[in-house]
């Protein structure tokens, strides 16, 4: 298991990752943030871009915050690390979740 941090904007066009400020990746989710349905986004959207299933993927902490600790099985920070840049220019996330780490 491995942890990142997260600081979310919720409500925005669509999700996706918008940079990375210190050790903290700067997440932006389409979800609202009403009832859980951003948690839900972001749980959902980190499980297809990893390639785990969606129980693989929990908020640890910070789920009524902005700024989240999110808890993801099966892979380790520095692929992960590799990932979310490709995740922003569109077609490599397919390639990278091929050749993720096996545990």
């Not at 600081?7 to 979800?31: C, E, M, P, S, Y």
């Not at 839900?40 to 915050?65: C, E, M, N, W, Y």
């Amino acid at each position: 298991m491995m942890r990142i941090t997260l600081r979310i904007r919720a409500g925005a066009k669509r999700t996706a990752f918008a940079g990375k400020l210190g050790d903290v990746w700067k997440l932006h989710v389409a979800a609202p943030p009403v009832d859980g349905k951003a948690n839900d986004a972001i749980t959902k959207f980190l499980a297809k871009l990893t390639g785990q299933p969606s129980g693989s993927v929990r908020i640890a902490s910070g789920f009524t915050s902005p700024l989240k600790t999110v808890e993801i099985d099966g892979i380790d920070l520095p692929w992960l690390e590799r990932v979310i840049p490709a995740s922003q220019g569109g077609g490599a996330v397919t390639k990278m979740v091929e050749h993720r780490p096996k545990r």
